[in-house]
């Protein structure tokens, strides 16, 4: 099974700043099945990114992901205000499909 | 706009089993570019994926939950079930359902979840 570390645990930044969200895989994946999703209190998550890089239908440009083998990154360029969220790698080229534990972006 | 709605017990007993519903509505059920697919999420922790079925009823479980889960569809009614049997309390958990884009294998539109409890 691949396990999917996600660091830092909590990421404390002011509206305005750049958000660097990281994700470590135990063993390497596919970009082409990696993912990115934002999750609010109380709601679903939303797909962020798709195939490593990708922005889902409607995800605003500051939103970008990079990264490949074990090592990937969500960048948010300028946090806005909707931005304070809790944030989930995901990958499904090996199964079982697995998910990180979370990256909480909170305000500073 | 593609929209799932899940439904079922909000409450379960201990050994007993979970069944959910989710009904999709607003786009096609029946594309083999698809899976739909079950997610748990614990109060306060993070995602588990449970598995996936095609419309055709082809599956895929989680090998963890492998041996409690079953899958179901119905096309006329473009609805897929969750099945899970002898459940304790730590399947407590929000239950989603959603759509898995197979050409990324990652889920682009999710139901808004149903809190299942297992409390006798």
């Known amino acids: 099974e691949i396990v999917l570390t996600q660091s830092p645990g909590t990421l404390s930044l002011s509206p305005g700043e750049r958000a660097t969200l990281s994700c470590r895989a135990s063993?390497?994946?596919?970009?082409?099945?990696f993912s990115w999703y934002q999750q609010k209190p109380g709601q679903a998550p939303r797909l962020l990114i798709y195939?490593?890089?990708s922005r889902a239908t409607g995800i605003p440009d500051r939103f970008s992901g990079s990264g490949f083998g074990t090592d990937f990154t969500l960048t948010i360029s300028r946090l806005e205000p909707e931005d304070f969220a809790v944030y989930y790698c995901?990958?499904?080229?090996?199964?079982?499909?697995?998910f990180g534990g979370g990256t909480k972006v909170e305000i500073k | 706009q593609l929209q799932l709605q899940e439904s079922g017990p909000g409450l379960v007993k201990p050994s007993e089993t979970l069944s959910l519903a989710c009904t999709v509505s607003?786009?096609?059920?029946?594309?083999?570019?698809?899976?739909w697919g079950w997610i748990r999420q614990p109060p306060g922790k993070g995602l588990e994926c449970i598995g996936a079925?095609?419309?055709?009823?082809?599956?895929y479980y989680n090998p963890s939950l492998q041996s409690r889960v079953s899958m179901s569809v119905d096309t006329s009614r473009n609805q897929f079930s969750l099945r899970l049997s002898s459940v304790t309390a730590a399947d407590t958990a929000v239950y989603y359902c959603?759509?898995?884009?197979?050409?990324?294998?990652?889920?682009?539109?999710w139901g808004q979840g149903t809190l299942v409890t297992v409390s006798s």
């Open positions: 959603a759509r898995m884009w197979l050409t990324t294998n990652c889920f682009d539109y």
């Open positions: 079925i095609s419309y055709r009823g082809g599956t």
């Open positions: 995901q990958q499904y080229g090996s199964s079982p499909l697995t």
């Open positions: 195939s490593g890089s």
């Open positions: 607003g786009g096609s059920f029946t594309s083999s570019t698809y899976f």
């Open positions: 063993q390497s994946v596919s970009s082409s099945y």
